[in-house]
């Protein structure tokens, strides 16, 4: 096997040092053909989907991607903006202000080595190859890695990481590597959540129940061992004791279901339907597993799931948005890289 080169290596070149921000990604239009060429990708990931891969190749080729892309084609149509993509612009701005930040601290310190912050998608673009590569280009010989997952899985997290592995098997010089694996018990983190609800009760006024939204998995991920749920329901407690409030009054569920096996549980649309078919007038629906808002927040949480609630009695229902590129979010997510960047704050 011929390992690949860095084109314009030089040993006296100084090392600089990147950082690789990914999420789980996006299509690159909202149509079927751009849809079924992502879901593909996405499906087609063992970590994702754990079946006989003979089985689900069956599955996958001959029914879902023959159905679920125009139905998922309409549903990204419903939020698509003129710069494209929600996650994707999110994303962007995101990175954008992480690399200000991290270029303001390096500035103030005694830091001469360049930092260097590229943005990757774990599914369609950019790519992560392409973004390793980029970091590559630049001398980069450290990489931290923060996916933008605060809660561990291995259907994202892991799913990160091996595509990261996947383009360093293939270089001749490895850099250094460090991966931040969750997030999920941060206490700025935590704060930031809970400051974020507290604003948007201040400007709305406060609803008679909380619910704390997370992307579900498959029952058997956690027999396993996966530890999503575990930090799922601590992200949950940390924040229901942050606002002050009871379990009753706040409390948590799993969405975006699949298939006929069984998810983890309580399901989101079953809690709404039940919680409008028992007279609880209005809910706030917040969503701490994302850092941005995309499709699962934005139409099967802020529609789909509000259709449900009202349908079934329910009077008032609101989404809370995700963190997105707010300051005190980047200031979080900035932090936590400084320990391998060898930088400090100010305020450290």
Not at 307 to 313: C, S, V
């Amino acid at each position: 096997m011929a390992f690949s080169a860095q084109t314009n290596s030089s040993h006296n070149q100084p090392a600089a040092t990147g950082v690789l921000l990914t999420n789980l990604g996006t299509p690159d239009a909202p149509t079927t053909a751009a849809v079924r060429s992502y879901l593909k990708e996405f499906l087609s990931d063992p970590r994702v989907v754990e079946q006989p891969r003979w089985l689900w190749w069956l599955v996958l080729n001959g029914v879902i991607l023959n159905i679920r892309p125009a139905k998922s084609a309409a549903s990204y149509r419903k939020v698509w903006g003129n710069d494209g993509s929600p996650l994707l612009a999110i994303s962007k701005r995101q990175q954008k202000k992480i690399a200000q930040a991290l270029s303001q601290i390096s500035e103030a310190s005694t830091s001469t080595t360049p930092i260097h912050v590229e943005l990757a998608m774990r599914y369609g673009n950019p790519s992560i190859a392409a973004a390793m590569q980029s970091l590559r280009a630049k001398n980069c010989k450290k990489i931290i890695v923060l996916p933008l997952y605060p809660q561990y899985s291995a259907t994202t997290t892991a799913s990160t990481l091996d595509a990261v592995a996947d383009e360093l098997k293939k270089w001749r010089r490895v850099p250094a590597l460090h991966f931040i694996d969750s997030y999920y018990d941060n206490p700025d983190y935590i704060e930031t959540l809970a400051t974020s609800v507290r604003s948007y009760w201040d400007k709305n006024g406060k609803a008679d129940r909380l619910l704390m939204s997370f992307h579900g998995i498959p029952e058997r991920y956690f027999k396993a061992g996966d530890p999503y749920p575990c930090h799922c329901r601590k992200t949950a407690r940390l924040l229901r004791e942050a606002l002050g409030l009871s379990e009753e009054a706040a409390q948590i569920s799993f969405q975006s279901r699949f298939g006929r096996e069984r998810w983890m549980h309580p399901y989101t649309d079953a809690t709404l339907k039940q919680w409008g078919a028992d007279g609880v007038g209005s809910v706030d629906v917040i969503c701490p597993g994302f850092s941005a808002d995309c499709l699962e927040t934005m139409e099967e949480v802020a529609i789909e799931n509000r259709d449900y609630f009202l349908k079934a009695g329910g009077a008032q229902y609101r989404y809370i948005p995700a963190l997105n590129d707010q300051d005190s979010h980047i200031e979080v997510l900035t932090n936590m890289l400084l320990p391998f960047l060898s930088l400090t704050t100010n305020n450290q």
